[in-house]
């Protein structure tokens, strides 16, 4: 085993706290009141607000629990605890290297691959699965959104076009990704075109015919794990369910706060701001869409929704400390936890074998 030998720095948060100051950027040249913010923030039922912390940690656990059932289905052996904590550290992974949950992903092959040699490819297949689940989930609510929109006459026109706009996008993405689990010789063509184009770059110098083999033997036995999920609708459904109410628990915090300020909203306004936010997070382009453009979507769609300005931004902090912050740091308690463990295990191993 190896560690990811991963340092705190500054450049560690330099990311979500660049985010931070332009949403506050966005506050000051929006004329939103900071002040008040303040204001209403010290007057929050503490009480409500709290239990936003449970939902946090409920909604990675099912997550966690939906990774497990496709994992274990497969055969690989991980246990429900070590899912949960490897789904944290992969999230803290995604708020420091903002690429729309790939570097979560990446990082939890690695993971699983470093105690379990030769199971990367049932892993990516698991992920795969997963995040088809999630834009299934989204385009759902997305759909849900427009549906929304278009019997609210006051609602604004920007809001409905983007909706459409992205539920088009989701789905057009989605039968992508489905037709490449199908289409084997496609993604060995993927891998041929990434190994020139490192082969050009590197200008000859570096000649991965090792990675190569490698790549392709974890390809082909994605896509044979991704066969047999075909094979097994139980496990999906299953899995499916367990990534519902991950989502339910997700958007849930959103409404205690709005409960704790004592501005109580309808649920059709989040609804379709999440369906909006959760659409931009979820296409993996690699757009850094952690800190900062999140903030100023949801307060810019609370405000177009109806919301006043001061409630939506104030709703927005409340809501991204617990849905970013407190991932951040309990992702961050994870990975030391679970690195410090490997160097010990990794040192252990190396006595014995000298004794």
């Not at 496609?186 to 490192?198: H, M, N, Q, S, Y």
């Not at 912050?325 to 010990?344: D, N, S």
């Amino acid at each position: 085993m190896v560690s990811m030998k991963f340092k705190v720095t500054w450049k560690t948060i330099l990311l979500p706290v660049l985010g931070l100051i332009t949403f506050f950027i966005y506050l000051y040249l929006f004329n939103v009141d900071i002040p008040v913010i303040i204001a209403t923030v010290q007057r929050i039922n503490l009480s409500i607000y709290l239990i936003g912390v449970a939902f946090i940690v409920l909604d990675v656990f099912f997550f966690a629990l939906s990774w497990y059932f496709l994992l274990d289905f497969l055969s690989v052996k991980l246990s429900v605890i070590k899912s949960f904590l490897y789904v944290w550290y992969g999230t803290f992974m995604d708020i420091v290297i903002p690429a729309e949950s790939i570097s979560g992903e990446i990082l939890r092959i690695y993971l699983v691959a470093r105690e379990q040699n030769g199971s990367s490819g049932k892993v990516v297949a698991s992920l795969f699965t997963q995040r088809l689940m999630g834009m299934g989930i989204n385009l759902t609510s997305l759909l849900i959104g427009v549906s929304i929109l278009l019997t609210k006459t006051q609602a604004s026109g920007i809001v409905l076009n983007l909706t459409v706009f992205l539920t088009i996008a989701t789905a057009i993405f989605l039968s992508l990704l489905i037709l490449l689990c199908f289409k084997r010789e496609w993604t060995l063509k993927i891998i041929d075109a990434g190994i020139k184009l490192v082969g050009y770059l590197s200008r000859g110098r570096w000649k991965p015919t090792r990675i190569r083999e490698d790549l392709i033997r974890a390809a082909i036995l994605f896509h044979d794990s991704m066969q047999t999920f075909g094979h097994a609708p139980k496990t999906i459904l299953t899995s499916l369910v367990f990534s519902v109410i991950s989502y339910l628990f997700n958007v849930g915090v959103a409404y205690l706060v709005f409960l704790s300020m004592g501005f109580p909203v309808h649920w059709d306004i989040i609804i379709v701001t999440y369906s909006i936010v959760f659409a931009i997070q979820g296409i993996p382009l690699g757009v850094p869409f952690e800190a900062g453009l999140p903030e100023i979507t949801m307060t810019t769609l609370f405000i177009m929704l109806g919301v006043p300005p001061q409630i939506s931004a104030t709703a927005t902090i409340l809501t991204r400390i617990l849905t970013l912050w407190l991932k951040f740091f309990i992702g961050f308690a994870v990975q030391q936890w679970l690195e410090i463990k490997t160097i010990t295990v990794t040192n252990t191993d190396s006595k014995t074998e000298k004794a």
